[in-house]
């Protein structure tokens, strides 16, 4: 089955500095990776999603990067602001009998202080 | 739109005692997805369902946990005899037909005491 792997489990920036996530995975059917962001006591929130066709998205402050080859994206944030605050999870998902099963990441928890 | 709906938000169950989680989907959305977050971790598949099938339940244990998403009504997950273990946070997400993207929705906090 597919294993995704995420790295720092812990992240601290200044506010508006950036900062980059990175997720491994090791199914090589995976063709869909999205991000989502978790505050404390809440839903998971898909913020940004990548294909496989695609190698960079990017939505405002948020780009994602997807290198197929060697099986790992990334999420991007610039000039970061404390609400970014949160734990964010990577997710891959190879298609599954016309639904997608999605294997998460441990998640990255990020602060952002002042 | 309403989005993802759970109910209940909080359940306390004694050990031995079942739970019934239920969701129902976005209006619209016909694929149901259960993950269980146990504490600060990440949230690990359990089930895919459509209405009236199981897609696939490899993430499910094998013993005392099932599911449905009957033609009317949410989707429940049962879970039989809690155990300490069970304790966690239970989500659900669900998409549209042939769409990736999963939406959550509020979570069911689990505690067995």
């Known amino acids: 089955g597919e294993n995704v792997e995420q790295h720092p489990s812990t992240l601290s920036v200044q506010e508006g500095d950036s900062a980059v996530i990175k997720c491994t995975y090791s199914?090589?059917?995976?063709?869909?990776f999205p991000w989502y962001k978790q505050e404390l006591g809440k839903r998971p929130q898909l913020i940004i999603d990548?294909?496989?066709?695609?190698g960079e998205k990017k939505d405002q402050r948020i780009a994602v990067t997807l290198n197929k080859t060697a099986k790992h994206f990334s999420l991007h944030i610039t000039e970061t602001q404390p609400e970014d605050s949160a734990v964010y999870f990577c997710?891959?998902?190879?298609?599954?009998?016309?639904?997608?099963?999605?294997?998460f990441g441990k998640g990255t928890s990020l602060l952002v202080t002042p | 739109n309403a989005g993802v709906m759970q109910n209940p938000r909080h359940l306390v169950r004694r050990r031995g005692q079942e739970a019934r989680l239920r969701c129902s989907p976005m209006?619209?959305?016909?694929?149901v997805y259960w993950y269980r977050q146990l504490p600060e971790e990440g949230l690990k598949f359990m089930v895919y369902?459509?209405?009236?099938?199981?897609?696939?339940e490899s993430g499910m244990p094998k013993e005392r946990f099932s599911a449905e998403f009957p033609k009317e009504g949410p989707s429940i997950l049962r879970i039989q005899q809690v155990v300490r273990g069970d304790s966690a946070a239970y989500f659900c997400?669900?998409?549209?037909?042939?769409?990736?993207?999963?939406?959550f929705g509020p979570g069911t906090r689990l505690t067995v005491t």
């Open positions: 997400a669900s998409s549209r037909t042939g769409e990736h993207e999963q939406y």
């Open positions: 990548i294909r496989s066709n695609v």
């Open positions: 369902l459509q209405k009236e099938n199981i897609i696939d």
């Open positions: 199914d090589s059917a995976s063709n869909y």
């Open positions: 209006k619209g959305h016909s694929h």
């Open positions: 997710a891959a998902s190879p298609r599954l009998n016309s639904g997608y099963a999605l294997n």
